[in-house]
């Protein structure tokens, strides 16, 4: 959904207003596009905006894993009210989508899907359910945390190819793993002074157990900034001056994560300042004046 209208609805969370321009553009489809396998996953529709409850519904994931993980949150409550609900969605997923009466199902081609008379894609179940993020508590997926030292920060400075405006450079972050223990959340070696160089595993299960492990997460716009939020772990998101449409760079915090603090650049590619920003955050919440040794992060005092 691109519609500017849209996008300024959902950040000034009026959400109503937003599921009716959601209901006008599915009005306007042509119902012969429908899963249009011409066109990419991400920009495929499936819903005919028709009602959930009482159907066997198919819940397709057709963007990305922090897309998944965002609307995740929506699942029990659609199994609530349809009569079935199976989620394809891609296997790297499946350890954290556990959720009563939700049947998960392989992202391919060679494992036939079960009979539905509802598809919808994952990111669709908010204006379909009529229901907010305030109505879904966090955390709604869990991990068992990772064996870490009191007071590690997560990093995670690289974004999807797409959109290489989201990334920071991993030289800028420096100074923050300099003074502070910190762990790579990025599959990819790194030089930074971080506990794990060789980087972040890929088995996302494993990912979650860092994330759940540290006392606060640092990243870009990515699916570790979900995953994050979606385990309530404090977490400092740099954004990019023209962000995502769920994230408001007029705002500090995020409607769709409450322990989410947001970092936005003031200008286009000024990563300076949203990292100043937070190493002054870091420096107040541990009490530091500089030129003094640095303390643990201390967990219950971020978000």
């Not at 994330?211 to 570790?224: K, N, P, Y």
Request: one cysteine or more; glycine letters at 6%; proline letters at 10%.
């Amino acid at each position: 959904m691109s519609d500017h209208g849209w996008t300024r609805a959902m950040r000034e969370e009026r959400y109503e207003d937003a599921w009716a321009i959601e209901q006008a553009v599915l009005a306007a489809r042509d119902p012969v596009t429908r899963d249009d396998p011409t066109l990419p996953y991400h920009r495929r529709w499936v819903w005919d905006g028709g009602a959930v409850d009482g159907r066997d519904v198919l819940v397709r994931c057709y963007h990305g894993l922090g897309d998944t993980l965002q609307f995740a949150r929506f699942l029990p409550v659609l199994a609530r009210r349809a009569r079935s609900v199976t989620v394809e969605t891609p296997a790297r997923l499946h350890t954290l989508l556990h959720f009563p009466d939700v049947a998960l199902a392989a992202f391919d081609e060679a494992h036939p899907l079960p009979r539905s008379d509802c598809d919808i894609e994952i990111t669709e179940l908010c204006a379909a359910l009529r229901c907010t993020p305030g109505d879904v508590p966090v955390p709604y997926v869990s991990a068992a945390p990772a064996p870490l030292p009191d007071g590690t920060i997560g990093l995670c400075w690289q974004a999807g190819d797409w959109d290489a405006d989201r990334w920071v450079p991993p030289a800028s972050l420096e100074p923050i793993a300099s003074r502070h223990r910190c762990v790579s959340l990025v599959s990819a070696p790194t030089t930074l002074p971080v506990i794990n160089p060789e980087g972040c595993p890929f088995d996302l299960a494993a990912t979650a157990a860092l994330v759940a492990g540290c006392a606060l997460v640092i990243t870009v716009d990515t699916m570790i900034a979900h995953l994050a939020g979606a385990l309530a772990r404090p977490t400092w998101l740099l954004l990019k001056a023209a962000p995502d449409w769920r994230w408001d760079p007029a705002r500090r915090d995020s409607a769709w994560y409450p322990h989410t603090r947001l970092y936005a650049q003031p200008t286009a590619g000024d990563w300076h300042t949203p990292l100043a920003m937070i190493a002054r955050d870091l420096d107040v919440i541990e009490g530091e004046d500089h030129g003094q040794p640095p303390q643990p992060v201390r967990a219950r005092v971020l978000g």
